[in-house]
T-cell receptor, first 114, second 117 residues
Framework: AQKVTQAQTEISVVEKEDVTLDCVYE???????LFWYKQPPSGELVFLIRRNSFDEQNEISGRYSWNFQKSTSSFNFTITASQVVDSAVYFCALGLSGTYKYIFGTGTRLKVLA | GAVVSQHPSRVICKSGTSVKIECRSL??????MFWYRQFPKQSLMLMAT?????????EQGVEKDKFLINHASLTLSTLTVTSAHPEDSSFYIC?????????????FGPGTRLTVT
């Protein structure tokens, strides 16, 4: 089965707290991509990161960081020192080889309170 | 670069009418376009995949006669919701993949909010 699980439906934090959004995926493919997108209230998806299955290096971009672990099929996303503008729904997605389709997780709604 | 537009951004139509949504890749050629539907507070569900010049491939459970997809050129795909009903009210998002066969990247449009009254 090809599946993405985001077990956290909704998270609330106070501004400046760190928060980690979990993503667990399932696939039989050896070549695949993983993505994170942010969806603010406007609805437009904002691309955050792409990772291919052969690159397990963690990545940091400003306050954002990602931890990819193939051993646990996880691709977690951490926001450091959260801000109110980080409030949004965050989706993790799995890109499949061959069809190039994306399978999206159910999303995690993050609320950052001032 | 890699901009995808959708038109209209919002549309309200009466039950029983048809509505067309356009998806355009503005600065690249899209060999493949994807259409998603998103109900409130839910995830994006893939409806269909369309390749330029070919018939669309629909996901299981999606009525192809109700959701007509045309990908007539490398920069334009259209989704027509025929005989719309209130339950078709949703947020429709398209995405486009460039011609590089090795590219997994999909570029997403801003979405179209359809309300059927």
């Amino acid at each position: 089965a090809q599946k993405v699980t985001q077990a956290q439906t909704e998270i609330s934090v106070v501004e400046k707290e760190d928060v980690t959004l979990d993503c667990v995926y399932e696939t039989r493919d050896t070549t695949y991509y993983l993505f994170w997108y942010k969806q603010p209230p406007s609805g437009e998806l904002v691309f955050l990161i792409r990772r291919n299955s052969f690159d397990e290096q963690n990545e940091i971009s400003g306050r954002y960081s990602w931890n990819f672990q193939k051993s646990t099929s996880s691709f977690n996303f951490t926001i450091t020192a959260s801000q109110v503008v980080d409030s949004a729904v965050y989706f993790c997605a799995l890109g499949l080889s061959g069809t190039y389709k994306y399978i999206f997780g159910t999303g995690t709604r993050l609320k950052v309170l001032a | 670069g890699a901009v995808v537009s959708q038109h209209p951004s919002r549309v309200i139509c009466k039950s029983g009418t048809s509505v067309k949504i356009e998806c355009r890749s503005l600065d690249f050629q899209a060999t493949t376009m994807f259409w998603y539907r998103q109900f409130p507070k839910q995830s994006l569900m893939l409806m269909a995949t369309s390749n330029e010049g070919s018939k669309a491939t629909y996901e299981q459970g999606v009525e192809k006669d109700k959701f007509l997809i045309n990908h007539a050129s490398l920069t334009l795909s259209t989704l027509t919701v025929t005989s719309a009903h209130p339950e078709d009210s949703s947020f429709y998002i398209c995405s486009a993949r460039a011609g590089d066969l090795a590219s997994y990247e999909q570029y997403f449009g801003p979405g179209t909010r359809l309300t059927v009254t």
